[in-house]
């Protein structure tokens, strides 16, 4: 079972950009579909992107397409967020999210392995 640490969130003017980076622990790393999540207060968390284990299929939420790239080095067991065209409403916190099956479906349907702790995004207007 792989554990994650997500870093590089942060406080980030509208219009700008961050790159969130997830950490994985464990030697199954590259077996792993990839996703991120999101809970902005008072919000239920909700789905951003997913990748699936060697990254040739990704799904994106409709409020990021375009703005937002999942990408990950299974050489080094991290996945990356890349967020562009930062907006206000994209302030949350951003969880990284593990899933044994290997597939974007299996992140789209909840089959979610591993949490990371999160890390918090604010995009001031």
């Known amino acids: 079972q792989v554990q994650l640490v997500e870093s590089g969130g942060g406080l980030v003017q509208a219009g700008g950009s961050l790159r969130l980076s997830c950490a994985a622990s464990?030697?199954?790393?590259?077996?792993?579909?990839m996703g991120w999540f999101r809970q902005a207060p008072g919000k239920e968390r909700e789905f951003v992107v997913a990748?699936?284990?060697?990254?040739?299929?990704?799904s994106y939420a409709d409020s990021v397409k375009g703005r937002f790239t999942i990408s990950r080095d299974n050489a080094k067991n991290t996945v990356y967020l890349q967020m562009n065209s930062l907006k206000p409403e994209d302030t949350a916190v951003y969880y990284c999210?593990?899933?044994?099956?290997?597939?974007?479906?299996?992140?789209?349907?909840?089959?979610?392995?591993?949490w990371g702790q999160g890390t918090l995004v604010t995009v001031s207007s």
């Open positions: 999210a593990a899933s044994r099956s290997g597939l974007v479906a299996g992140i789209l349907r909840g089959y979610v392995d591993v």
């Open positions: 464990g030697r199954t790393f590259g077996s792993y579909a």
């Open positions: 990748i699936s284990w060697n990254g040739g299929d990704t």
